[in-house]
């Protein structure tokens, strides 16, 4: 049987997710960014109309559990704008959460993230999750982490959809992989390390790709990461030393001023092409997310 990803409108498989946009919102709420929520439909059905202009076909949303992530509106907008929407379960800090909130689903986080998988998103109208989305913290993991993390790895085993960390600042990546990989018994190429690009230690990003994780460099144009300027440099010294297979690309389109999904395509995507050379960046946008996101224990 062929390798599927799960999306918004059903399970699709993995070699027709065409161009990926790795990690991205098109809705997300938290209390750490106010007056600057995606929650706008107009504007996530225009974004992803302009992504599907510049030839994207699968936009992953990292929006985790109870930070508006409008699974119920998802699928209608993949249907309207063609392009495949893969939705996350999961948890992300605990700063970004109501301490009730919090108490209410601590104690069955691995059977909310299967469940959400398996049967639906809570008030997403039938929307599975294909995605497990935690957090770590700046260089190490707090015991909500680490709760996270191990709720991630259970619900993993039982459903085989990869996880996909948030690195706080890109930090903490060895921590992260010890404890699912190492700890959990989480194969590596089935973990996802998004901001790696806010970190540009090259040392640490050939360790985590040696070790078979997914390295996802996503946020581009922020003024106050080493993204846009440092990416290709990281990239090349990557698949220079033979893991160009391990490489992702995202948008991570947080705030409304975000250049988000259609900038990767429009800015990034021409930039690392001078780099890295055309059919390599085709690969990382298209093959390697493909296998990264299929679903498989």
């Not at 297979?245 to 800015?267: A, I, K, Q, W």
């Amino acid at each position: 049987m062929s390798a599927v990803v799960r999306t918004v409108d059903g399970d699709v498989p993995a070699d027709r997710l065409g161009v990926v946009d790795a990690h991205d919102h098109l809705f997300i709420r938290s209390p750490l960014l106010p007056g600057q929520e995606l929650h706008d439909l107009d504007d996530a059905a225009a974004r992803l109309a302009a992504f599907r202009e510049l030839g994207g076909g699968t936009v992953v949303q990292w929006t985790p559990y109870g930070m508006g992530r409008r699974a119920d509106r998802l699928a209608a907008l993949s249907r309207q704008s063609g392009v495949h929407i893969v939705a996350a379960t999961g948890m992300h800090q605990a700063v970004h959460y109501a301490p009730e909130l919090l108490d209410s689903v601590r104690d069955c986080l691995a059977e909310l993230f299967v469940r959400e998988i398996t049967e639906g998103v809570a008030d997403g109208g039938g929307v599975r999750a294909g995605l497990i989305k935690v957090a770590g913290g700046f260089h190490g993991l707090d015991a909500h982490a680490r709760l996270t993390m191990r709720a991630a790895a259970e619900a993993h085993h039982r459903t085989g959809a990869a996880i996909a960390v948030h690195l706080e600042l890109g930090t903490g990546a060895l921590d992260v992989l010890d404890l699912l990989c190492g700890e959990s018994g989480v194969a590596p190429d089935r973990v996802i390390l998004g901001h790696l690009n806010r970190s540009p230690d090259f040392a640490v990003h050939r360790q985590a790709a040696a070790a078979g994780a997914y390295l996802g460099f996503d946020g581009p144009s922020r003024a106050n990461h080493a993204t846009d300027w440092r990416m290709p440099e990281a990239l090349k010294e990557l698949a220079d030393a033979g893991f160009a297979d391990r490489l992702l690309l995202g948008g991570d389109t947080v705030t409304p001023d975000t250049p988000g999904m259609p900038y990767l395509l429009r800015g990034v995507r021409p930039r690392l092409e001078l780099a890295l050379g055309e059919e390599l960046v085709g690969r990382i946008l298209v093959g390697n997310p493909a296998a990264a996101f299929a679903l498989r224990n």
